[in-house]
T-cell receptor, first 114, second 111 residues
């Protein structure tokens, strides 16, 4: 079975621009969660989608949004980029909509905002 | 905010030695998970221990859980250079129903 894939792997954007990241979960997995990882704040939960519905949302400003498609692929969008948005963005998929179950992570998208 | 705190923050050992990492958390949990992250890559699930379990083994990994102290430890026996990575514990934030990760332990295994 193919693992979780994320595209692009690396991205450089300028402050004020917007960006869209993509995540394809493991086949059959319907839950996709997104995390931001920075050296200062560590791993922080952004949001979770299950069957095209956002189930949970972390403590991030409205500039961060996401969606999930009928094939369970998910995208997250960050508008009006700030320097502090530079981070590794990880998505994770699981069979069920319960974070207490094992999460399967993708390799991440490294976003650099200049 | 992070629920778990790992200790130590960094650990350097020689190949063949054992490595022990500790995790403390703040609230009641259903289970606790350990993940490994190689530099700048995604996380890999290592082991899950339920709140009614005290110890669990998987290969060279041994995890203990003490719910009265709200702490867990991960022991890697006979370490290898390939074990060099960051290790995170994760618990379920029941409010957000999302995983909350600790700050991680950076393990360096010298060949």
């Amino acid at each position: 079975k193919a693992g979780v894939t994320q595209t692009p792997r690396y991205l450089i954007k300028t402050r004020g621009q917007q960006v869209t990241l993509s995540c394809s979960p493991i086949s059959g997995h319907r839950s996709v969660s997104w995390y931001q990882q920075t050296p200062g704040q560590g791993l922080q939960f952004l949001f979770e989608y299950f069957s095209e519905t956002q189930r949970n949302k972390g403590n991030f400003p409205g500039r961060f949004s996401g969606r999930q498609f009928s094939n369970s692929r998910s995208e997250m969008n960050v508008s009006t980029l700030e320097l502090g948005d530079s981070a590794l963005y990880l998505c994770a998929s699981s069979l069920v909509a319960d974070a207490s179950y094992e999460q399967y992570f993708g390799p991440g998208t490294r976003l650099t905002v200049t | 905010s992070q629920q778990g705190e790992e200790d130590p923050q960094a650990l350097s050992i020689q190949e063949g030695e054992n490595a022990t990492m500790n995790c403390s958390y703040k609230t009641s949990i259903n289970n606790l998970q350990w993940y490994r992250q190689n530099s700048g890559r995604g996380l890999v699930h290592l082991i899950l221990i339920r709140s009614n379990e005290r110890e669990k083994h998987s290969g060279r990994l041994r995890v203990t859980l003490d719910t009265s102290k709200k702490s867990s430890s991960l022991l890697i026996t006979a370490s290898r250079a390939a074990d060099t990575a960051s290790y995170f514990c994760a618990t379920l934030d029941t409010g957000r129903r999302a995983l909350t990760f600790g700050s991680g332990t950076r393990l360096q295994v010298q060949p």
